[in-house]
């Protein structure tokens, strides 16, 4: 952990030296006029790299985040994983309802919304002038392209480039190691989300895509929604062997798992499952492996160490 806090922390420095010039942007329409299109097909027209962002999704806050860009945010989501980070900021309500008015009063010049957000919502934005710009950010590849799109939005690309950089590096830190892996050797793994009733992760978000790349083998990559919900039956057939347990359905936070291990073997169903039986249940921060953003690196090399710890050894217990 303290290696990727020292990694985020000059991530943070590095932007930071870039948020201060004007960076030559190719999407320049003019003099200082800059011209993007966002994944609902809007195309946003700005004079001027944005001062007073306001952002309406986790996401999308820790790529300005860590593109250095923290004194142009003047709000943000209610909803942020790291509230040490953004103390300070005005909160402008939910991810899905964001309060209109709050954000108005903020005068923003920009706005970044996710596709989540609410149509209604987003169309009374537009409709009041507010210069909203949509991110859909579901996999690596959105990734890649959102923290492209969002350096050349704010004039940094320089610190975008190289953020993707470091982004790629880590994962191919572990792909390297997990690419060549037999099927034979990738362990069944399933994402508890909730307990009751049982939700998982299916195909179509980043926990199903880090799942494969971190070396395992998701027992519900046959689900038919990203998020579904699971039957018991069918997770004591599919039998995984490994358990990684989001931070929603469990509380109590990283250092109490071994108390929840505890509970689950001591429960008559649960204690069928080889994970349970092997005691290789795991906490793992959702925020850092559910949301797409820079932190998958960190939440890609915790899994695989769950997974692997015969390729990845470690000193700590990978909770």
Request: net charge negative; glycine share 10%; charged share 25%.
């Amino acid at each position: 952990m303290k290696r990727h806090a020292t990694i985020l922390l000059t991530v943070l420095l590095i932007g930071a030296a870039s948020c201060g010039g004007r960076a030559p942007n190719t999407n320049d329409v003019g003099d200082g006029l800059i011209e993007e299109t966002d994944v609902l097909g809007h195309r946003l027209r700005l004079d001027a790299y944005p001062k007073r962002i306001v952002s309406t999704a986790p996401s999308n806050t820790e790529i300005v985040l860590q593109l250095g860009c923290r004194d142009r945010l003047v709000g943000i989501t209610q909803y942020y994983g790291y509230p040490e980070l953004v103390e300070g900021i005005p909160q402008v309500g939910g991810y899905y309802d964001p309060s209109i008015e709050t954000i108005m009063a903020l005068k923003p010049d920009l706005v970044l919304v996710a596709r989540g957000v609410s149509q209604e919502i987003l169309g009374k934005m537009r409709e009041f002038g507010l210069p909203v710009f949509c991110l859909d950010t579901e996999d690596l590849d959105d990734l890649y392209r959102d923290i492209a799109t969002v350096g050349r939005l704010l004039g940094t690309q320089e610190a975008a480039t190289a953020l993707v950089e470091r982004v790629r590096a880590g994962i191919a830190e572990v792909t390297t190691k997990t690419s060549a892996l037999a099927e034979a050797q990738r362990p069944r793994v399933f994402w508890l989300g909730q307990e009751e009733p049982l939700q998982t992760a299916g195909p179509g978000n980043m926990i199903h895509t880090l799942f494969e790349l971190a070396g395992g083998v998701n027992v519900a990559a046959d689900a038919r929604k990203p998020w579904p919900a699971y039957s018991f039956e069918t997770l004591l057939v599919k039998d995984p062997q490994v358990i990684i347990v989001g931070t929603e359905a469990h509380t109590g936070g990283a250092h109490s798992a071994n108390e929840l291990l505890r509970r689950l073997r001591a429960d008559p169903t649960w204690s069928k499952i080889s994970a349970v039986k092997d005691g290789r249940v795991y906490v793992v921060p959702t925020d850092l492996i559910g949301q797409p953003t820079p932190r998958v690196v960190e939440g890609l090399d915790r899994l695989a160490r769950c997974f692997h710890p015969e390729l990845f050894p470690q000193t700590n217990d990978p909770d």
